[in-house]
């Protein structure tokens, strides 16, 4: 049956309802908040409030970005790219497959002394951790050193879930690819006596502690960690299996810190890791001071396939993390912008008030 549209039925509610049946109605229900009469707040715009503010903006922004500038230009900061495809590098040699394992050793002068904490970080261009299959390539059971998954790896692992019909240990495209460059500084202390002095380099350390304490822990069993990764073999691109990672337990396995750091992928192409640390010793001496210093690499990590390059990097930090002038740059930019807008629409007002006064006083 058809049914005619009355638009007083709309706006009453809708038809009438049966004798004995209950009105239906779109109508809102008659409350402050489906009716809007709650109380709101809309502040008046004027010459007497927007000035003031832009300039409280400009005078609070500008000198806090100064403040981190100047942090950041003062934190220490050297990098050594050593990926060889210049003839002239030293590491030319390595790119060669022909040449394994390759050393190379790089020179290179700090000018000024590094104190504190020195951090020494690896760094790759032109990498895409960030594709989703491989941030996805990988099984957290697994890594968590449940037995179960050890041995029956999960399907995102594919196609480096088993390799010669026994379960890769660790699975997937992230640990396959992971850094196996090793690299190692030296100081020449004295001219006249060539011989190196070794930088220690600390390997403990560099990962985040709820990674290494709650994420990764290696498969129970005994002392012996062959064991516990029994029946299990070494992802494909790997000189040798995870259990052989270091010669301390603690920091062999799933545990291992550099695998560690390896695993939390990078969100942009052109990315830093953490590989080592060199402590300060004492306060009476820098911890790098400023001399000569070669940097012996073992290369192994081939970028050249994929257009990309590697670097060590060496810095110190501040209480706002490594450098990075940007945030100070951002808060000085934002800080004169605001200040200068003010200033305009000060002239501004000024110019078009005299303006209405002299007009009212004509009148």
């Known amino acids: 049956m058809a049914m005619n549209y009355n638009a007083k039925d709309e706006v009453d509610g809708g038809p009438p309802c049966p004798p004995g049946g209950t009105a239906k109605t779109r109508r809102p229900d008659n409350t402050a908040f489906k009716q809007q009469r709650l109380p709101a707040w809309q502040p008046i715009l004027t010459a007497g ?14 000198p806090i970005g100064i403040g981190i500038f100047v942090t950041s230009n003062n934190i220490r900061e050297i990098e050594i790219d050593y990926t060889g495809t210049e003839p002239s590098s030293p590491c030319n040699k390595c790119l060669s497959p022909d040449v394994t394992p390759c050393i190379c050793t790089i020179n290179f002068t700090l000018e000024k002394s590094f ?11 032109n990498f895409y951790q960030n594709h989703r299959r491989y941030v996805k ?3 957290d059971s697994q890594l968590n050193g449940d037995p179960s998954a050890l041995l029956n790896p999960s399907k995102e692992c594919e196609p480096y879930r088993r390799n010669e019909d026994k379960p890769i240990a660790p699975c997937g495209a992230i640990a396959n690819s992971m ?14 006596d060539p011989t190196p002095v070794p930088i220690p380099l600390k390997k403990k350390g560099i990962a985040w502690w709820t990674d290494k304490n709650v994420k990764f822990r290696n498969p129970p069993g005994g002392e012996n960690l062959e064991e516990r990764f029994k029946g299990t073999t070494k992802p494909v691109n790997w000189l040798k299996p995870v259990y052989m990672l270091d010669s301390d337990i603690d920091n062999s396995g799933f545990v291992n810190e550099d695998f560690i750091v390896w695993m939390r992928t990078a969100a942009l192409p052109t990315f830093r890791k953490l590989y080592r640390l060199i402590e300060r010793k004492n ?14 690499i073992t290369y192994n990590y081939p970028v050249h ?33 605001s200040f200068l807008l003010g200033v305009v629409l000060l002239v501004i007002n000024h110019k078009y008030r005299n303006n209405s006064n002299t007009a009212d006083i004509t009148i």
């Open 49 to 62: 409030t927007v000035l003031p503010t832009f300039f409280i903006i400009g005078l609070i922004f500008i």
């Open 115 to 125: 104190e504190g904490n020195v951090f020494m970080y690896y760094g790759l261009s």
């Open 137 to 139: 390539s990988r099984d």
């Open 179 to 192: 850094f196996n460059d090793t690299l190692e500084l030296f100081l020449i202390s004295n001219e006249s």
């Open 283 to 296: 306060d009476l001496h820098p911890t790098l001071p400023a001399g000569r210093y070669y940097l012996n």
């Open 305 to 337: 396939s994929f257009d990309g390059r590697k670097r060590m990097i060496l810095s110190t930090i501040s209480w706002m993390g490594g450098k990075n002038p940007f945030l100070g740059i951002a808060y000085i930019a934002i800080g004169s912008i």
